[in-house]
Structure formats: C-alpha cells, structure tokens
C-alpha cells in the first residue's frame, strides 16, 4: 500500500471523529477523555490527544494511532482498517488483494450490491420497481437507501460473482451463496434487497424481502466473519449525526419502517433487523445519545419485545421511551396514513418505561390468579432502573400495585441485591480475561511514562533524532523494548515505515508506548522545554537507581573504593543542579 497515500488518509481523518463513533468524549484540558471501550471501567481513563493525534488508556494501556483503533475495534487487517477509513475521508486508492489476488470479503459484498442494484434497474427488476412505488417509495429515494433486486433465477448472482474471477470460498463466507446437492446457489432470490453497513459503514450484510410469498418474508445474511445481526443496527450510518444532533434515537423493528422514518424526516431512525434487542446494540445506541424511543409493531408480539428490549437499554443508562402506535398498524403505515406531525405527537405522548411497564399489566393485576406473578415481574424489571432515575414513578407505581412507598423501594432494593449477586457468581464462573483487566499481565505490559515520553518526542522531532548522540540517551532507558525501538529511530528508519511494520506484524506495544508518552506530554504547558523536563527526569531516575545498588553493596560490605566516591559524588549531583542533553 502507498506510504503516501496512508499519510494523505491519515492527515484526512481526524482521530476525535472516528473514535467518537465508538465512545462518548468529553472535553479535558487540551484532550478528550471516555470510557475505555476495551476494557470494562467506572472511571474514565481513556485519552483521546487530538493534537498529536493518538489515544491512550491509562487502566488497560491501549493506545495507538487512528489505524490501529479501527483494528482493535473493527477487528480488521492493517489494510482493510487503511481501505475504510480512506473511504470514510473520501480518498480512493486501490484495494490490497488478499492472498492468492483474491478480492476481500467487503470487496466481495460491494461487488455483489452493484450486481443487486443493476438488477433493479434492468428487465428483471420490473415486478421490483412495481412493489417499491405501490410501497410508496419513490425512485428517488432507492440509490439514497441503495436498495438492489435479487433475481428469482437459482444461481444469477454466483454466476455474475464467478465470472468476476470471484471465488466461492468467500461467496459463501459472505453468505451471499449456499452449498447444495444440486451445487452453489443464491441465498437471496426474488427478493428486494436491502443492505446493511455497520456504524462505519462497512457494508457487512444484505436483508431480502420475498416477494413471491415463498419462504419467510424477511431473510437477513447468516452469522458470519462479517455480519453479526446483534451487532449492527440499521441505518445507524446515516442515522448517527442526527441522533447526535437531535439528543434522541428512534428504534424501530425493521427496514420499511426505518426507511419511512428517514423519508419523513426522521433521520435518527435505526432498525433493530427483528424484535430480539441485543446488549450490543444498545451499546452503540448509547455511543450517540442517552434517550431512546421504541416504536416496535403494535402487535401482542411487538409489544413483549419493546418489554424486553427497553430494559436492556436501560441498564445501560439510556433513558427509554415507548411510542405507543395504533393497533396493527407499523410505523411504516401509520406515517403513510397520518403523516409526519401526527407521528411527532405520538413521540410527545410517549410513555417512560417504568409507566408503559405498569400500564401493558394492569389487566393482569386486576387478576387475582395472576397478580402476585406479574407483580414479581414488575419489581424485577423496575428493580434494574436505578432508584434516582426511577423516584418520580414510584408514587403512581406503589398506587398501582397497591403497596406503601416503603415497601415498594424495600422490593426495589432487595430485587437489585438479588440481581447482582447472580452476577457477581456468574463473573466468577465465565472469567473474561480479554475484557476484565488481569493484574499479572497488566504488570508485565508496564511501561514507564517518562521513558516512553522520551520515544514520543524523537518520533515526533526530526531534527532531535539527525543530532542525538545515542550514547547520551540509551544509559536513560531502562526498558530493552524501548531501547529497541528508539536504536531503530535513531539509526534512520522513518516512523511511516516502522508504524506499518509494527501493525502487519500485530505487534502492538510500540504504539502503545508511543501513546503513553504522548499523553504524558500531554501534561506541559507550550511554554515548557519539555525535552530538558523529560531528560533531566530520567538522568535523575537512572542516578537514584545507581545510587540504591551501591549503597546495597555498601551496606553489606561489598563496595570497592572507586563505587564508595561515586556513591558520594551522585549523592552531590542530586541535591542541585540541572542535566540534560
């Protein structure tokens, strides 16, 4: 891949946007700081320096550049991270083949996506065209959604595909094919298509409407290395500024009813792909705002599923609302018939989820034989909702279930212990090393910020690597690793080049001693000398540790005259006076 070209996207991208996509920052001091999304935390200890263009996180010790955030968070290549994030800043370049020249799996998806859509647009496409205007989605609306046709033909786009030089091992990783008796065939036939791109904008998966009336009436792509449907939400691509924007997100079921909220204005609206509401996808609800509306179907079905799906955004600390719709009717036809100002009023007249909870059950509580049941499962569901958040509903709750207040939050309370001991025993069973922080690793991966201060400011300073004399830094470095990495710069290697390397070959810790030191220079005003701060630090620190073994060796009686004298002369040195390089 052009070196050139990495520098071009790099400069293109600012590192606060990309990493924003994933993580609410907030300003502090000259950085930004977050919840660190690698490791599990209360306290945010994740760095984001826009200045210099690197984050790091102080509790795990990630950090990196904008390239290696997009790996760690997308799990992707070196090459695949570069490719997206340059069609994020809009710079084409050519796509690195994978092994053996064949194209990748995203390659594979966008080539199979442009087969769908010039299918809508040819002689097969009619009967298509025909549902899409009858559905009241006019042509202009279909390349902004970038809807395609499957063809009902067996095998029309693994033949397209394979004459494309496109072999059927990532066919059928994509889940665009399958493996039959009778050979290779679509998965997607005569069905509208709608695809589907993660927060980013990858394009991960396809949804396919039947319309023949054969199958089910919705199929998504299957689990796969690209597509994991609990993990994407629909339209979050488009929908995230707005969502930023407007301080809200609108969650519906499926693509018709995001799509008609979009077209009517709406454009914070995202598709859950199907009723099962999954941790996942709150967590990149959350990432762009704190409240949520639901507006699932008005169905029996529907309406369980929003039950189900607001507590988990709940406790994820979104405030949620239920959009209560007319009965059988979807968002999609409700904003056909009604309209857009009609929809908004159903937003104001939206319910918190403490009281839609209680007033979908009050039929079964007025049940004698089933109000004790239903009762156990709104102080379940209610008990997950933190009590200041839930203290403006208890007095109509304790009404409704007929209890004093007190022992309504005595059962608030002892449902919540109950619920974090269950937990708290299934953590200590499962142990998840890769999210929890583990105490010996962590102490093997330390690094020390001073020295790594000193990495940061010759990777960053040109002319300090042409004029140092490596005999008057590498006595400073008491890390092997670093002493390693500052001997490459200083012998000449330049900084694109060894940043490429590092990230091929996986390995991580160069860069993430390049954002420790970074972020601990981060803590200078522009007035210091900051190069003078960080080696008069460690002259000092390499003197103290000399200092300490030979008085060891003086107290035991091991010390030779010439270490005696040294010992007193460093002694000296340390009370006063300035070093540096």
């Known amino acids: 891949m052009d070196k050139v070209q990495i520098d071009e996207i790099k400069r293109s991208i600012n590192i606060l946007d990309v990493i924003g996509d994933y993580v609410e920052l907030h300003r ?73 020249g064949h194209k990748s799996l995203t390659d594979v998806m966008e080539k ?147 799509i008609r909220l979009h077209m009517a204005g709406f454009r914070e609206a995202v598709a859950s792909l199907g009723t099962a509401l999954t941790e996942e996808q709150g967590k990149l609800l959350k990432r762009f705002t704190n409240s949520c509306y639901v507006c699932y179907d008005a169905d029996s079905a529907g309406r369980e599923a929003s039950i189900r799906g607001m507590y988990i955004l709940q406790a994820l600390g979104l405030q949620v609302n239920i959009v209560s719709l007319p009965p059988d009717r979807d968002p999609d036809e409700f904003l056909q018939e009604k309209g857009s100002k009609a929809f908004e009023d159903l937003l104001k007249k939206s319910l918190p989820l403490p009281l839609y909870h209680i007033k979908i059950r009050e039929d079964l509580l007025n049940d004698l034989n089933l109000r004790k049941k239903v009762v156990e499962e709104l102080i379940e569901g209610l008990s997950r909702i933190d009590l200041p958040d839930l203290a403006p509903f208890i007095p109509q709750i304790a009404a409704k279930l007929g209890m004093p207040r007190h022992a309504l939050e005595d059962e608030l309370l002892s449902a919540r212990a109950n619920i974090a001991k269950t937990r708290g025993e299934k953590k200590g069973k499962r142990g998840n090393p890769s999210v929890y922080i583990n105490a010996e690793e962590q102490k093997k991966r330390m690094i020390d910020a001073e020295e790594a201060a000193l990495f940061s400011l010759l990777w960053n300073d040109l002319t300090k690597r042409y004029n140092l004399n490596p005999e008057d830094v590498f006595p400073l470095i008491s890390d092997d690793r670093l002493k390693t990495l500052i001997a490459a710069l200083l012998n000449g290697e330049q900084p694109e080049e060894l940043e490429e390397r590092w990230l091929k070959s996986g390995d991580r810790f160069p860069l993430e001693a390049l954002a420790l030191g970074n972020a601990f220079c981060q803590q200078f005003d522009d007035r210091t000398e900051i190069w003078d701060v960080i080696v008069n630090a460690l002259k000092v620190k390499a003197m103290k540790s000399r200092y300490n073994a030979l008085y060891s060796k003086m107290l035991r009686g091991e010390a030779t005259r010439d270490e005696i004298e040294e010992v007193q002369k460093i002694a000296s040195v340390l009370k006063g006076g300035k070093m540096g390089i």
């Not at 390239?67 to 968070?73: E, G, Q, Y």
Request: with cysteine.
């Open 112 to 258: 199979a996506l442009s087969i769908y859509r010039d299918c809508l647009e040819g002689a097969s496409g009619e009967i298509a065209r025909r549902y899409l205007i009858k559905r009241d989605l006019p042509k202009e609306w279909w390349s902004h959604f970038e809807i395609g046709w499957a063809p009902p033909a067996w095998d029309y786009l693994w033949r397209a595909l394979s004459k494309a030089g496109i072999p059927a091992k990532a066919v059928i990783e994509c889940g665009l094919v399958v493996e039959g008796s009778r050979g290779l065939y679509d998965r997607f036939r005569g069905r509208v298509i709608f695809p589907v791109r993660d927060v980013t904008g990858r394009l991960v998966g396809f949804g396919g409407r039947s319309l023949s009336g054969e199958g089910a009436k919705y199929i998504n792509t299957p689990e796969g290395p690209l597509f994991h449907k609990g993990s994407c939400l629909y339209l979050l691509n488009l929908a995230k500024d707005a969502i930023r924007e407007r301080g809200r997100a609108i969650l519906v079921e499926g693509y018709m009813d995001a």
């Open 28 to 100: 502090a001091g000259k950085g930004y700081k977050a919840l660190c999304p690698f490791h599990v935390e209360k306290t945010p200890s994740f760095y984001v320096m826009p200045d210099r263009q690197f984050y790091h996180c102080f509790g795990c010790g990630k950090g990196g550049d904008v390239i290696s955030f997009v790996m760690d968070m997308e799990g992707l290549k070196f090459t695949e991270a570069v490719e997206l994030l340059a069609k994020r800043a809009g710079i084409v370049i050519k796509s690195a083949p994978e092994r053996g």
